[in-house]
């Protein structure tokens, strides 16, 4: 993949119907809930809407997103923005996408002033656990046995990059 065929833009309330697909297909029991999954059905935006949203376009295609949004509701927790949902379409992975997201979502954590990016991982998320790292995340605590999903007691764990 060459860098002019992969671009990173704001959303817009068009990408909703591809999102959504996205969405989809893209969570499974070692990434996110399931019983979240039953949720997403009509509108990818219903959630959070577009102003939230960066995605990731591979060809002109949208491929993948990152939803970047404050962590705190009140101005003591100015400053630390939270991404709330990362995923790629699945025949789009191991070809950087990810990759560009995170770095476009630190590059708007600088733009607005932001201190410190945070998140969290499933403990059973390998993938995603190594990526973040890659990028400069680093475990801030974890929440052992945090979510039974499907049987299976799953670790929490907040990871943060400061900007
Ligand atoms: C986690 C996830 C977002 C990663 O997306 P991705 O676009 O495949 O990620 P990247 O391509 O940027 O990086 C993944 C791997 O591809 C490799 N890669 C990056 N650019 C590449 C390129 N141009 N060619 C080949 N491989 C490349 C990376 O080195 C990385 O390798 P690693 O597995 O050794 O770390 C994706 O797997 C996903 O959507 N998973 C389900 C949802 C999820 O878990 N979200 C995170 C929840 S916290």
Do not use: C
Not at 21 to 36: C, K, L, V
Not at 86 to 111: C, F, M
Not at 128 to 148: D, K, M, S, W
């Amino acid at each position: 993949m060459t860098a002019n065929r992969l671009t990173v833009r704001r959303a817009v309330e068009t990408d909703d119907a591809v999102l959504l697909r996205i969405d989809q297909t893209s969570w499974d029991a070692t990434t996110g809930f399931p019983s979240y999954q039953e949720h997403i059905r009509d509108s990818f935006f219903a959630r959070s809407g577009p102003e939230a949203h960066l995605v990731a376009e591979y060809d002109g295609q949208v491929v993948g997103y990152l939803r970047l949004q404050d962590k705190y509701p009140f101005p003591e927790g100015e400053g630390v923005l939270t991404i709330n949902g990362l995923a790629v379409a699945l025949d789009a992975r191991g070809q950087g996408v990810a990759t560009a997201l995170l770095d476009a979502a630190a590059a708007e954590g600088k733009r607005r002033g932001a201190r410190k990016i945070s998140l969290h991982v499933h403990g059973t998320n390998t993938v995603a656990r190594r990526l973040y790292e890659r990028h400069g995340y680093v475990i801030e605590g974890t929440h052992p046995n945090e979510f039974l999903i499907e049987g299976t007691y799953v670790d929490a764990i907040d990871m943060a990059k400061m900007l």
